[in-house]
């Protein structure tokens, strides 16, 4: 089976833009995370989705930032107005049994 | 609330040799940890799970240990190669019924040639 995979890979955008990233979890993966790293940091938690219950959005820096997931598939992290220090490696992870996996990440850079 | 610690910050070893990669943890009630090596402008990828009832995992030349009592786990890389040369970041999970992965900052490990 194929593993996590995120679009657009590298994504380029102005000052004030929004941008959609995009997360196809591992099939039959009920847990779905986003974080972000800036360059040279650690993992920061955004947003984490669970089956059909409420997602955890106490990662979410500002109002400016939206995900959703569509039952236990696709998810689509949305960055409206964009700044430049939202500029970073967005990640996505699936999981099913608490053991992670990762996609490529999605690299936004804000001009 | 929990915290994870790992040292060093950046190794730089001759290949061939032996390492040891420490991750430390505050709140000793986890449910799991996972250690993960993540290459440069890549995602992280999935080591070794370490349930909260196990010691260790071994996978290849790598060799994983948990002692939950004093907060610590270690990464163990027989025999390093210059391919291992990468960021490795352990996570720990925790208490059972919680969700959140909280990660350490990473060891940067260079295997010279």
């Known amino acids: 089976g194929a593993g996590v995979s995120q679009s657009p890979s590298n994504k380029v955008t102005e000052k004030g833009k929004d941008v959609e990233l995009r997360c196809d979890p591992i099939?039959?993966?009920?847990?779905l995370y986003w974080y972000r790293q800036r360059l040279g940091q650690g993992l920061e938690f955004l947003i984490y989705?669970?089956?059909?219950?409420?997602?955890?959005k106490s990662g979410l820096p500002s109002d400016r930032f939206s995900a959703e997931r569509t039952g236990e598939s696709v998810s689509t992290l949305t960055i409206q107005r964009t700044q430049q220090e939202d500029s970073a490696v967005y990640l996505c992870?699936?999981?099913?049994?608490?053991?992670?996996?990762f996609g490529p990440g999605t690299r936004l850079t804000v001009l | 609330k929990q915290e994870v610690t790992q040292i060093p910050a950046a190794l730089s070893v001759p290949e061939g040799e032996n390492l040891v990669l420490n991750c430390s943890f505050t709140?000793?009630?986890?449910?799991?940890l996972q250690w993960f090596r993540q290459d440069p402008g890549k995602g992280l990828t999935s080591l070794l799970l370490?349930?909260?009832?196990?010691r260790e995992q071994t996978s290849g030349r790598l060799n994983a240990s948990l002692d939950k009592s004093s907060g610590r786990s270690t990464l163990y890389i027989a025999a390093s190669q210059p391919g291992d040369s990468a960021t490795y970041l352990c996570?720990?999970?925790?208490?059972?019924?919680?969700?959140?992965?909280?990660f350490g900052t990473g060891t940067r490990l260079k295997v010279l040639a």
């Open positions: 996570a720990v999970i925790g208490p059972s019924g919680t969700y959140k992965y909280i």
């Open positions: 370490i349930q909260s009832s196990q």
């Open positions: 989705f669970q089956g059909n219950s409420a997602p955890d």
């Open positions: 709140d000793s009630a986890i449910y799991n």
């Open positions: 099939s039959g993966h009920t847990a």
């Open positions: 992870a699936s999981s099913s049994t608490n053991e992670q996996f």
